[in-house]
């Protein structure tokens, strides 16, 4: 997809992540993260429009945790949007892009406008 369609900053984040579904547990690295979704290495079954639970450990007191679909599954990676999460993972996820982000403030600024087209 092209960058600048994009509504959500991406940041280049190689964090170890979880993704798990039914009696699935997947142990990968990710490549890059926004508030909106991650690309991560490929999973062996997981399927585009899979429903899957994605957490990111931060520390074993936080532990980032996200519900998500799978969005692309194929030999180059796993791309999962998201569509819920608690208040507490999405702080821990908002302060993991800002940190990350080339210009912090963009990301709050990114949050009053809608991620998705109405």
């Avoid at 991560?40 to 450990?57: A, Q, R, T, Y």
Wanted: aromatic share 6%.
């Amino acid at each position: 997809m092209d960058q600048n369609k994009r509504r959500r900053t991406r940041v280049n984040a190689g964090f170890r992540v979880v993704l798990h579904k039914e009696d699935i547990d997947a142990f990968v690295e990710s490549h890059n993260l926004s508030l909106k979704g991650i690309l991560c290495d490929p999973v062996k079954g997981f399927s585009v429009g899979d429903e899957c639970e994605i957490s990111i450990p931060l520390s074993e007191e936080a532990i980032i945790r996200v519900c998500a679909k799978v969005v692309r599954s194929d030999e180059d990676g796993l791309a999962a949007d998201f569509h819920h999460m608690d208040e507490v993972s999405f702080t821990h996820l908002r302060r993991l892009i800002q940190f990350n982000a080339e210009d912090a403030d963009t990301i709050d600024s990114e949050l009053t406008s809608p991620a998705f087209d109405v």
